[in-house]
T-cell receptor
């Protein structure tokens, strides 16, 4: 079984400042890792994913995430945020051989002008 | 091309009534998933369909919940004798095939409110 922890339920950030959204997971098997974004009144959209290979993964809209196996983390970062990044961000894991995505509780990112 | 669509977008029902939620996956996607998103919580897996294989129902919270899928197309999620704790957004996703490397594409969800 897998579990995901997103410790920060809300993160306020000034526009053009950097941001890091934290994600930690636990699993008894190897995993694939994902970050999804949910803009207001819209469905979930994939930001980026880690399947294998390089531990630094780049996604859409200037976001990137780094897989750290020893710390079981997959934190999401952006060097300079924009008003349009206001959304809820979900970290998710999928165990090898498992079809289910297990999601964290989400982090609401609010950009302050 | 068209994405995953769900209907209705919003549903308000009285406690004890049955409801049906519909999902139209992306054409050609063989895998289909249902998730539930309660307020302030992450998404919970409910059920998974892959082609003609028996569905994985391990996430269904009670026997009041059931789902069907016609071939590799439309799926309906049925909740019988709804309870207030069933209030949530129900999300459907589809994928070209099963397997971890395949992205799940999500629909906009159906917001269910049980009064």
């Amino acid at each position: 079984a897998q579990s995901v922890t997103q410790l920060d339920s809300q993160v306020p950030v000034f526009e053009e400042a950097p941001v890091e959204l934290r994600c930690n997971y636990s699993s008894s098997v190897s995993v694939y890792l994902f970050w999804y974004v949910q803009y207001p009144n819209q469905g979930l959209q994939l930001l980026l994913k880690y399947l294998s290979g390089s531990t630094l993964v780049k996604g859409i809209n200037g976001f990137e995430a780094e897989f750290n196996k020893s710390q079981t983390s997959f934190h999401l970062r952006k060097p300079s945020v924009h008003i349009s990044d206001t959304a809820e961000y979900f970290c998710a894991v999928r165990g090898f051989g498992n079809e289910k995505l297990t999601f964290g509780t989400g982090t609401r990112l609010t950009i302050i002008p | 091309g068209a994405g995953v669509s769900q209907s209705p977008s919003n549903k308000v029902t009285e406690k004890g009534k049955d409801v049906e939620l519909r999902c139209d996956p992306i054409s050609g996607h063989t895998a289909l998933y249902w998730y539930r998103q309660r307020l302030g919580q992450g998404l919970e897996f409910l059920i998974y369909f892959q082609g003609n294989s028996a569905p994985d129902k391990s996430g269904l919270p009670s026997d009041r919940f059931s789902a069907e899928r016609t071939g590799e197309s439309v799926s309906t999620l049925t909740i019988q004798r709804t309870q207030q704790e069933d209030s949530a957004v129900y999300l459907c996703a589809s994928s070209p095939t099963s397997g971890g490397i395949n992205e799940q594409y999500f629909g906009p969800g159906t917001r269910l409110t049980v009064t």
